[in-house]
């Protein structure tokens, strides 16, 4: 049964931590997940290079850029880098409160996907709190458009995804992903997908001081002619929609809190999941906060008139 099944916040019961690369800056970095209380939501702990710590909430407000990644950054200039692939494990397994200490301004690029971070978690173990998570459960469409792209928040009972991408490329063309997230469903179906670049864009990218920890050991490569570089090919056929659709999900973990409704786009990416989460998080009449009315171990309803009832606005906001 899923642990969101109850309808109370988690944490972790034991730190464990883990080493990579940045795939754009290249340096190492050192990642340690610790358990959090009640009401912490999700923080980045970023130690500077002078020993100062600054705690970088995971919340849309403190997106400061989504340029090929998503940053979180403050009013003092710390910042952490490429933060999708973790908030989107973090948000699939259910994870409301931990603590991620970071030694370095990007978290690291593990093999491209989230499945690395799924094996961290797993060895950390999830703990049941006391107190109720609040959802934002959408309840009138908000969308957002940008040149030939779109994404949109619609009502439904449960957390879907329908994300589509359309590349000129051959190899890719027109691909989709539609689905509900749960643990299971993120596990098998996305935590496995991998970023991916073109050979083309390379020069650029490194000049510009990008991918400069790109690898094959961490991203899909497509050749010129339209052909994976990498000798052991795709994890899936349709790998590239499934990617986009992890970014999705972690990006949209950026509410903070769990959200009850579809989030659908065309030919999006983090710019365009961040403009929409901004527009929903903005309408108070799009969204309503709901908590569950059973006590603690029984299952609830996502259904509207079952177990989730809204409730008024609260002291503490994680979405803010």
């Not at 403190?62 to 940053?71: E, F, G, I, N």
């Not at 030939?148 to 928040?153: C, K, L, N, P, V």
Request: glycine share 8%; proline share 3%; hydrophobic share 40%.
């Amino acid at each position: 049964m899923s642990i969101d099944c109850f309808g109370y916040q988690t944490t972790i019961v034991n730190e464990t931590s883990l080493s990579g690369v940045g795939v754009h800056s290249g340096i190492k970095v050192s990642i340690t997940f610790r358990p959090a209380e009640a009401d912490t939501g999700i923080v980045f702990q970023r130690t500077m290079e002078n020993g100062e710590v600054h705690r970088l909430r995971a919340v849309a407000s403190q997106v400061s850029a989504t340029d090929l990644c998503t940053v979180l950054g403050d009013a003092e200039g710390a910042s952490v880098a490429t933060v999708e692939h973790l908030m989107a494990a973090f948000y699939a397994m259910e994870i409301d409160n931990i603590i991620v200490d970071i030694d370095r301004a990007e978290a690291p690029i593990m093999d491209g996907s989230s499945i690395v971070f799924l094996d961290a978690l797993d060895r950390a173990e999830v703990d049941i709190l006391s107190t109720k998570r609040r959802y934002l459960r959408v309840v009138k469409p908000v969308r957002v458009e940008a040149g030939g792209s779109w994404a949109e928040f619609v009502p439904y009972e449960g957390t879907r995804f329908e994300i589509d991408i359309d590349f000129e490329c051959s190899l890719i063309g027109r691909q989709s992903w539609k689905g509900d997230i749960n643990p299971k469903t993120f596990r098998n179906e996305l935590a496995r997908a991998r970023t991916f670049g073109f050979m083309r864009d390379v020069e650029f990218l490194w000049a510009s001081g990008h991918a400069l920890g790109s690898s094959l050991e961490n991203s899909v490569v497509i050749s010129d002619d339209n052909t994976v570089i990498n000798p052991e090919g795709l994890r899936f056929k349709n790998e590239f929609v499934r990617h986009k659709t992890l970014d999705a999900v972690g990006d949209l973990a950026l509410a903070g809190t769990k959200f009850i409704g579809c989030y659908r786009s065309y030919r999006g990416g983090h710019k365009l999941n961040s403009l929409a989460l901004k527009a929903l998080l903005n309408d108070a009449s799009a969204y309503e906060v709901v908590e569950t009315t059973r006590p603690l171990q029984q299952p609830i309803s996502m259904s509207r008139g079952g177990d989730l009832v809204a409730v008024s606005s609260p002291m503490y906001s994680p979405w803010m």
